[in-house]
């Protein structure tokens, strides 16, 4: 089988930059409007992003792959401009890999497909401030969440005996999260006075972002399909 090799290096670099303001007022008299300073914030988050990528690609015959690996340099600024406090500064150096492999043809083919990838977290949930909007679900932001790290895995065989005019085919994947953001939950049975001194109310919740590690997520499928009918199984 004929064999062709290609080799490609990238350099990239992104920059990102979020601000979020919010501002509650609340009557100090009947004719004034005070500013909650508990309830209210400003935040410029700053995503500095450097990455190197090499991918090379093979075709022998029908079957072609590609393999990559990805050095990622990045840096997570946050500063808390109203009230202020320090601000908080992160970085990351991470390396990525990638592969890909499809071969068949009109009757059989099969697609191989793994990818991975950084998020750096939104501005909304770095932002330390309570949101009541909901009284009997606060929100509140964490200026510490680091940048998740996500691998996706999946595939695909399929077969068709044009003849029968009948087509089998199985597809499965994974998805494998580092330091995803989820909800830490607190109920309160009683009223709670919270670390800003705000009450939560009894029967509210606070919930709160944090990391959480070893987030997976997978998912099956087998199917047949004849004759334009089509029949799944899971």
């Known amino acids: 089988f004929p064999v062709t090799i290609h080799l490609v290096f990238t350099i990239n670099q992104n920059w990102q930059s979020q601000d979020s303001k919010r501002e509650t007022e609340v009557w100090e008299s009947p004719l004034v409007l005070k500013l909650d300073t508990q309830l209210s914030n400003t ?43 320090p601000g908080i500064d992160f970085g990351f150096v991470t390396w990525l890999p990638q592969f890909s492999l499809f071969g068949g043809n009109q009757k059989q083919n099969i697609r191989i497909n793994y990818r991975t990838n950084n998020n750096a977290p939104a501005v909304e949930q770095l932002q330390t401030v309570v949101n009541n909007t909901n009284p009997l679900q606060w929100t509140l932001g964490n200026a510490n969440l680091l940048q998740t790290e996500q691998h996706n895995l999946h595939a695909r065989y399929s077969k068709t005996w044009i003849e029968k005019k009948r087509t089998f ?21 009683r009223d709670s006075v919270l670390e800003n001194g705000m009450v939560l109310a009894a029967g509210s919740q606070l919930i709160q972002y944090d990391n959480m590690d070893g987030y997976d997520l997978g998912m099956a499928s087998q199917g047949l399909k004849i004759l334009g009918a089509y029949r799944d199984w899971e």
């Open 169 to 189: 085919f199985m597809m499965g994947g994974a998805t494998w999260i580092r330091h995803f953001v989820g909800n830490n939950i607190l109920s309160s049975i």
């Open 43 to 85: 935040f410029k988050n700053i995503y500095t992003l450097y990455s190197g990528n090499v991918t090379w690609r093979w075709q022998i015959g029908k079957l072609i792959m590609n393999t990559g690996l990805s050095l990622q340099q990045a840096r997570l600024t946050s500063e808390q401009l109203f009230p202020s406090q």
